[in-house]
């Protein structure tokens, strides 16, 4: 993928390479932070302060602005170490704080009451599926424009 159209926004493909390569980032960053904040007995606000859950696009475009100053490349390297912290960071939780609900209190913030492990699915695994056919799409027509 060229550098100058990671921030091409294509008919058919609701994120650029680079808002993708953001919103994985900034999930990321946001349950590694709760979960800092709660350790350190700070009051954790989910989903962020100043945000209710029904106000997602806005951090998403947040989540765009802070890292809209990184080449592709660099994006693509921060996604890598990303995801090793993250997996380095569950090895720390035993198997009932992980997959038992209750494992921290910034994981019964909502209703829903959902296990540290769904909250890191949902917005970390489950996108980047989403996220791996939408690229595949983005690539097939950035191709078909360019020929």
């Known amino acids: 993928m060229v550098e100058d159209d990671s921030d091409l926004r294509l008919e058919g493909v609701d994120r650029t390479p680079r808002e993708m390569l953001a919103y994985q980032l900034g999930w990321m960053g946001l349950i ?3 979960d800092s904040d709660e350790l350190a007995g700070k009051e954790v606000i989910t989903p962020a302060p100043g ?3 029904n106000q997602m696009s806005a951090i998403y475009e947040g989540f765009y602005a802070t890292y809209n100053a990184q080449s592709l490349s660099e994006l693509k390297q921060m996604y890598k170490q990303a995801v090793a912290d993250l997996l380095n960071w569950l090895q720390d939780f035993s198997d009932d704080e992980l997959f038992q609900p209750g494992g921290r209190k910034w994981a019964q913030s909502t209703p829903s009451n959902w296990p540290i492990w769904k909250w890191i699915h949902i917005n970390t695994a489950a996108p980047f599926k989403t996220f791996r056919s939408k690229i ?3 690539k097939k027509v950035r191709a078909e424009i360019c020929h």
Do not use: D, E, Q, V
């Open 136 to 138: 595949r799409k983005w």
């Open 51 to 53: 945000y209710k859950w």
């Open 32 to 34: 590694r932070g709760w």
